[in-house]
């Protein structure tokens, strides 16, 4: 597509349940990223995800935050039992060294939990 | 490892003034810069990069960033700032290496007073 897409673009969760937020990168882009933006504050990084290499997982704050990237295309973050703290804007990106490697963003998924 | 240092959480400005947002960052290998900008309830959009050539580099509205190898800098500035420059602004750097993700900075919140 022409741009990176997430959806939902807003979640309201009850505390205790389970999430999943969706990335579609820019078509052709090997690079894949998540990051996460609590209310006023910077870009954390969650994981990211390189061609067919394994991801770099350092950056999920816990057990209950997975994703997973099928064919290399679209990704899934998947947050299990949610919890008020998880309240934040999710935002992918993804990049390409064909593309003058800047990482493009989407708009991202507000998450609210309640 | 690469990391992201930028020294100004928040910087207010009256309109018209000049601005500086630093950006100072620390790597083992050689990396490209960039400066992303995130408007109010938006997502992030690159402002400009550097990838080679004159350490001199012009974006978008009037922002220009210089990179100074020597020091690890890559502050941004503009001459003469408006209202609707009012953002958060990101630094990031990758290492020209292919494969690897981007590191950012916390983010300085851009205040511009009219």
């Known amino acids: 597509g022409a741009g990176v897409s997430q959806s939902p673009s807003n979640k309201v969760t009850e505390k205790g349940k389970d999430v999943e937020l969706r990335c579609d990168p820019i078509?052709?882009?090997?690079?894949l990223y998540w990051y996460r933006q609590s209310l006023g504050q910077g870009l954390e990084f969650l994981i990211y995800?390189?061609?067919?290499?394994?991801?770099?997982k350092s950056g999920l704050p816990s057990d209950r935050f997975s994703a997973e990237r099928t064919g290399g295309s679209v990704s899934t973050l998947t947050i299990q039992r949610t919890q008020q703290e998880d309240s934040a804007v999710y935002l992918c990106a993804s990049s390409s060294p064909a593309r003058g490697l800047q990482a493009f963003f989407g708009q991202g998924t507000r998450l609210t939990v309640v | 490892a690469q990391s992201v240092t930028q020294l100004d959480s928040q910087v207010p400005v009256f309109e018209e003034a000049p601005v500086e947002l630093r950006c100072n960052y620390s790597?083992?290998?050689?990396?490209?810069l960039f400066w992303y900008v995130q408007y109010p309830n938006q997502g992030l959009q690159l402002l400009l990069k550097?990838?080679?050539?004159?350490?001199l580099v012009k974006g978008i509205n009037g922002f220009e960033a210089e990179f100074n190898k020597s020091q690890t800098s890559f502050h941004l500035r503009k001459p003469s700032v408006h209202i609707s420059d009012t953002a958060e602004y990101f630094c990031a750097v990758t290492p020209t290496s292919a494969g690897n993700q981007f590191y950012f900075g916390t983010g300085t919140s851009l205040t511009v007073i009219p």
């Open positions: 995800f390189q061609g067919n290499s394994a991801p770099d």
């Open positions: 078509s052709g882009h090997t690079a």
């Open positions: 790597s083992s290998v050689s990396v490209y």
């Open positions: 550097y990838l080679s050539g004159s350490t």
